[in-house]
């Protein structure tokens, strides 16, 4: 049996959560990231 | 009042001579026909009720209300033309001033993106490289958009995000 592993970054946006699946071993732009999740915090209310 | 009312029910008004006698006006000598004193007289109700009536007239008059004048009649027809009259040319002086009106299309595309907010920012999101996915939660757990890879329970990832938050955020 195959599984796929992921692991999941959690942001709060206002009242909502973003979360973001990545592959192990791939660095995610944290800056990239934080552009959008403060863009969705400006927009998702 | 108080002999006669349970007569006035009864529908039959009897008076005994002696009782007659003592409240007749003018007055009655105690000796004319005081041997029929026990005797029964009816007196008929025609005679007796329009005093009966006047006599029991209700003690205060009904209370007046101030009813304010500002409140419209709702059931007269000619009010409410009147009102929706008045109340029609304030639209058109608003509509004739568009300068004003200017900043009012913020709103509605304020509006818009609140539909299509969560949607949009999981596509941004899922455009970054390394990511493979991201969904949108609300509190509650309920997804509010999501774009994530075949084979991941998006309504079981949705349920865990904000326990995860909430516990990884101490």
Redesign the interface.
Known sequence: MET?T?F?T????G?????????PG????ES??AA?AA??EA??? | MAVIEPMMKRGKATFTWKDLRSTAQPSIADAVGASQDATELEIPLKFIIPHFMAASKPASEQKQVDVDTSIPDVFSKEDIEAKTQAAAPAPPKEEASPAPTAPEPAPSPSAA??AT??N??VE??SQ????????????DGLS?AKK??A??DSDA??GF??G??NR??Q
């Open positions: 796929d992921y999941v959690v942001r709060k946006a009242k909502c959560f973003i979360a973001v699946l990545g592959t791939t660095a995610l732009p990239d990231l959008v863009d969705a927009k998702i209310q | 993106p609140s907010a969560p949009e920012i941004r999101l970054i490289p390394g990511v493979t996915g991201a969904l949108i939660t609300m509190g509010m994530l890879p084979g991941v990832l949705a995000v904000p995860l938050y990884t955020a």
